[in-house]
C-alpha cells in the first residue's frame, strides 16, 4: 500500500481524536452473568413483588434477556423467564435444539419446524402427513399445562411483544385470555446502556475507526480501476480480519456471535446525493466527484454507525457550503443530546439551525434515530418524539443534507451517548475536520 505520508498527505492514523471517554472492553460479547442480570431486572420492573413470569418473543428482547443468539425466521422461538428467577423454559424448533440446550437452559419444549404435523418428528422416525398445527396453540397450551397463564392458581405472566391477532385468538382458547404486553419496559431497558455495554460498543468503534483509516489510505492512493463496490468489499474483509485475528481461532458455539460488519451503503458520485439510492453502487471511484463510506460494524451486537463523505476534488462553493453546514449540524446536535430533554426538542434545535444556513430544503431526514442491536431503535430524534433523552442511551448522527439534482450529498454519522451531565459523548475518534475528508 502507498504512504499517505510520502504523497504529500497527513497519516491518517496522526489525525484521530482523542478517545473521549469509552475504554474499549476486552471481551467480544456480554456475558451471561450480564442478561441474568437484565432479566432479574425486567421482572422487579414488570412486578416488584416477584410473582410475575415474563414470555420473551421478540428476536432481541430473547438476545438481551438470556443472552442466547440465535437467528430466527417463520419459526417460533420464544423462552419463558420464570418469576422466581429460574433458568428459561425454551420453546424451540428443532433446527436450534443444540443452541437452546447448551446455553441458560432450565426446561423446553421443540417441535420439528414449520408447519408441523401433529405427533411428527422426522429425527426420530416419525414423518407422516397430516393436518398442520397451530403454533401459537402449541405455545400457550404448552405453558397452560406448564402451570402458567391468567386463571386462579396459576402463575401469571406477561408478554414482551404485542402479539398478533392470531396469536390472541391462540391464547384466548388456551389461557382463557390475553396475558398483557411489557413491550415497553423491555425496549425502555434496552435503550438505555450500562457502562459495560458501552466498552463493547467502544471495542466495535476501535474496529470501525481502523476501518476508515483503511479506507481514507486506500481512497488517497487514487487506484484509477478501484470501484466503490470494491472498496466496499475491501473494507468488509479488512474489518472481519481484524476482529477474528483479535478474537482466535475458537469458532465454537456461544463464542463469536453478533459480529455483524455492514458496508452497504458505500458509495460514490452522484448517487451520493440520494439519501437511500435504489440503484446499484458500482462506479470507479478516480472518476467521481465525491465518495461516502459508510456502514455499521458491531461486536456482540454492540455498535452502531460510522459514516464519513469525503471529497475526492475542490468542491464548488454549493458543494463546500453543505459540507460544512452538514458537519456543523452535527455538532449542533451534540451539544443538543442532553438528559431531560425530548427526542422533538433536540430535533427542533438541529432544524433551525438549518434554517438559519439557509440549507432547509435539502434536508431529507431526521437528524438522529437510537442505535441498539437490532440496528435503528427508539428514540428518535424526531420532531414528533416524546421521549426524554436518558444517560446511556445511544444516538445515530444523520443530519445529511442531499442534493439529488446536483448528484451531491453530505451524511456523517457516529454515535453519541448521552450523558447525566452536559452534551453528549462521541463513541468513534473520527474526525470532522476538511483535512481529514477533503482529499
Given at each position: 500500500?502507498?504512504?499517505?505520508?510520502?504523497?504529500?498527505?497527513?497519516?491518517?492514523?496522526?489525525?484521530?481524536?482523542?478517545?473521549?471517554?469509552?475504554?474499549?472492553?476486552?471481551?467480544f460479547?456480554l456475558?451471561?452473568?450480564?442478561?441474568?442480570?437484565?432479566?432479574?431486572?425486567?421482572?422487579?420492573?414488570?412486578?416488584?413483588?416477584?410473582?410475575?413470569?415474563?414470555?420473551?418473543?421478540?428476536?432481541?428482547?430473547?438476545?438481551?434477556?438470556t443472552?442466547?443468539w440465535?437467528?430466527t425466521?417463520?419459526?417460533?422461538?420464544?423462552?419463558?423467564?420464570?418469576?422466581?428467577?429460574s433458568?428459561?423454559?425454551?420453546?424451540?424448533?428443532?433446527?436450534?435444539?443444540?443452541?437452546?440446550?447448551?446455553?441458560?437452559?432450565?426446561?423446553?419444549?421443540?417441535?420439528?419446524?414449520?408447519?408441523?404435523?401433529?405427533g411428527?418428528?422426522?429425527?426420530?422416525?416419525?414423518?407422516?402427513?397430516?393436518?398442520?398445527?397451530?403454533?401459537w396453540?402449541?405455545?400457550?397450551?404448552?405453558l397452560?399445562?406448564?402451570?402458567?397463564?391468567?386463571?386462579?392458581?396459576?402463575?401469571?405472566?406477561?408478554?414482551?411483544?404485542e402479539?398478533?391477532?392470531?396469536?390472541?385468538?391462540?391464547?384466548?382458547?388456551?389461557?382463557?385470555?390475553?396475558?398483557?404486553?411489557?413491550?415497553?419496559?423491555?425496549?425502555?431497558?434496552?435503550?438505555?446502556?450500562?457502562?459495560?455495554?458501552?466498552?463493547?460498543?467502544a471495542?466495535?468503534y476501535?474496529?470501525?475507526d481502523d476501518?476508515h483509516?483503511?479506507?481514507?489510505?486506500r481512497?488517497?492512493?487514487?487506484?484509477?480501476?478501484?470501484?466503490?463496490?470494491?472498496?466496499?468489499?475491501?473494507?468488509?474483509?479488512?474489518?472481519?480480519?481484524?476482529?477474528?485475528?483479535?478474537?482466535?481461532?475458537?469458532?465454537s458455539?456461544?463464542?463469536?456471535?453478533?459480529?455483524?460488519?455492514?458496508?452497504?451503503?458505500?458509495?460514490?458520485?452522484?448517487?451520493?446525493?440520494?439519501p437511500?439510492?435504489?440503484?446499484?453502487?458500482?462506479?470507479?471511484?478516480?472518476?467521481?466527484?465525491?465518495?461516502?463510506?459508510?456502514?455499521?460494524?458491531?461486536?456482540?451486537?454492540?455498535?452502531g454507525?460510522?459514516?464519513?463523505?469525503?471529497?475526492?476534488?475542490p468542491?464548488?462553493?454549493?458543494?463546500?457550503?453543505?459540507?460544512?453546514?452538514?458537519?456543523?449540524?452535527?455538532?449542533?446536535?451534540?451539544?443538543?443530546?442532553?438528559?431531560?430533554?425530548?427526542?422533538?426538542e433536540?430535533?427542533?434545535?438541529?432544524?433551525?439551525?438549518?434554517?438559519?444556513?439557509?440549507?432547509?430544503?435539502?434536508?431529507?431526514?431526521?437528524?438522529?434515530?437510537?442505535?441498539?442491536?437490532?440496528?435503528?431503535?427508539?428514540?428518535?430524534?424526531?420532531?414528533?418524539?416524546?421521549?426524554?433523552?436518558?444517560?446511556?442511551?445511544?444516538?445515530?448522527?444523520?443530519?445529511?443534507?442531499?442534493?439529488?439534482?446536483?448528484?451531491?450529498?453530505?451524511?456523517?454519522?457516529?454515535?453519541?451517548?448521552?450523558?447525566?451531565?452536559?452534551?453528549?459523548?462521541?463513541?468513534?475518534?473520527l474526525?470532522?475536520?476538511?483535512?481529514?475528508?477533503?482529499?
Amino acid at each position: 500500500m502507498c504512504s499517505t505520508q510520502g504523497s504529500g498527505m497527513t497519516d491518517s492514523r496522526s489525525l484521530l481524536l482523542e478517545r473521549e471517554r469509552y475504554t474499549p472492553s476486552e471481551q467480544f460479547r456480554l456475558p451471561l452473568s450480564w442478561s441474568q442480570a437484565k432479566a432479574a431486572e425486567l421482572r422487579a420492573r414488570i412486578d416488584p413483588d416477584g410473582r410475575t413470569g415474563v414470555l420473551l418473543l421478540d428476536p432481541w428482547n430473547i438476545v438481551a434477556f438470556t443472552g442466547l443468539w440465535a437467528l430466527t425466521t417463520e419459526r417460533l422461538l420464544a423462552a419463558y423467564l420464570p418469576a422466581d428467577g429460574s433458568a428459561p423454559v425454551w420453546f424451540y424448533p428443532w433446527l436450534d435444539h443444540e443452541l437452546v440446550t447448551t446455553w441458560w437452559y432450565g426446561d423446553g419444549e421443540c417441535y420439528f419446524d414449520v408447519p408441523d404435523a401433529a405427533g411428527q418428528f422426522p429425527p426420530r422416525g416419525v414423518a407422516v402427513a397430516g393436518e398442520p398445527v397451530d403454533r401459537w396453540e402449541w405455545l400457550f397450551t404448552h405453558l397452560a399445562a406448564r402451570g402458567h397463564g391468567l386463571s386462579a392458581g396459576s402463575e401469571p405472566f406477561v408478554v414482551d411483544s404485542e402479539l398478533s391477532e392470531a396469536a390472541r385468538a391462540a391464547a384466548s382458547r388456551a389461557l382463557g385470555g390475553v396475558p398483557r404486553s411489557a413491550a415497553s419496559a423491555a425496549l425502555a431497558l434496552r435503550m438505555v446502556k450500562d457502562d459495560e455495554e458501552l466498552a463493547v460498543w467502544a471495542r466495535a468503534y476501535e474496529y470501525f475507526d481502523d476501518v476508515h483509516v483503511h479506507a481514507r489510505d486506500r481512497i488517497l492512493e487514487r487506484d484509477p480501476q478501484l470501484t466503490d463496490s470494491r472498496l466496499r468489499l475491501d473494507l468488509a474483509g479488512f474489518a472481519l480480519d481484524r476482529i477474528m485475528a483479535d478474537y482466535g481461532p475458537d469458532r465454537s458455539m456461544h463464542g463469536p456471535v453478533g459480529i455483524n460488519v455492514d458496508l452497504g451503503w458505500v458509495r460514490a458520485g452522484a448517487v451520493t446525493g440520494f439519501p437511500h439510492p435504489n440503484q446499484v453502487r458500482h462506479a470507479i471511484i478516480a472518476d467521481q466527484r465525491t465518495v461516502q463510506v459508510s456502514g455499521i460494524v458491531q461486536v456482540g451486537g454492540c455498535g452502531g454507525e460510522l459514516y464519513r463523505p469525503y471529497l475526492l476534488v475542490p468542491p464548488t462553493a454549493h458543494e463546500a457550503y453543505l459540507w460544512s453546514t452538514a458537519r456543523d449540524s452535527c455538532l449542533v446536535l451534540k451539544d443538543a443530546l442532553r438528559a431531560g430533554r425530548t427526542g422533538g426538542e433536540v430535533a427542533q434545535d438541529v432544524h433551525a439551525f438549518q434554517r438559519e444556513r439557509g440549507v432547509e430544503r435539502f434536508a431529507a431526514t431526521r437528524p438522529s434515530h437510537g442505535q441498539g442491536m437490532e440496528g435503528h431503535q427508539p428514540p428518535y430524534i424526531s420532531l414528533g418524539e416524546r421521549t426524554e433523552l436518558r444517560p446511556g442511551m445511544c444516538l445515530s448522527v444523520e443530519p445529511g443534507l442531499y442534493d439529488p439534482e446536483g448528484g451531491f450529498g453530505v451524511n456523517f454519522s457516529d454515535t453519541f451517548v448521552v450523558q447525566a451531565e452536559g452534551p453528549a459523548v462521541q463513541m468513534s475518534r473520527l474526525p470532522w475536520s476538511e483535512e481529514w475528508a477533503w482529499l
